[in-house]
């Protein structure tokens, strides 16, 4: 059986824009792992019920379903150890600390580029629950969030 990467997809199925999918899909690249990607929208999240929550990525390999972007590479490493390594040797601390650093860091300024983008590229029927989804998140509209606060530098 192949292994299954479900994954974030806008409109177009050939749109992927999830940052923690897409560590997944150049984790299986360095192993050399073939992977299906089965798309999934905001509103298909009965995709991945199988996984047991409803977030994205979720892997499916042969019985194995293991689902958050740092867990599946660990499995990857454990399933597949004739393969090169994701954490080679004492890395894991240090891709630790860049992981933690990238989503306390980088995540917002970044979303806060991509935001808008990201609204006009998914379905129609995933916009009102991204816009409500993020709004709640963010506390203010989405157009509101692209505006850097005051004393952080704007990316545009």
Partial sequence: MAIELFDLAGADDQIRFSPYCWRIR??????????????????????????????????RDGEHVVCDSWMIAEYLDAAYPDRPKLFPGASAPLTSFVRYWTQTRLSLPLMRVMLMDIYETIDANDRAYFRASREQRFGKRLEEVMAPEEGQASFN
């Fill in 26 to 59: 150049m984790a299986l690249a360095h192993k050399g792992l073939e992977a299906i990607t089965v798309p999934v929208r905001f509103g298909e999240k009965h995709k991945i019920e199988f996984s047991g929550q409803k977030l994205v990525p979720v892997l």
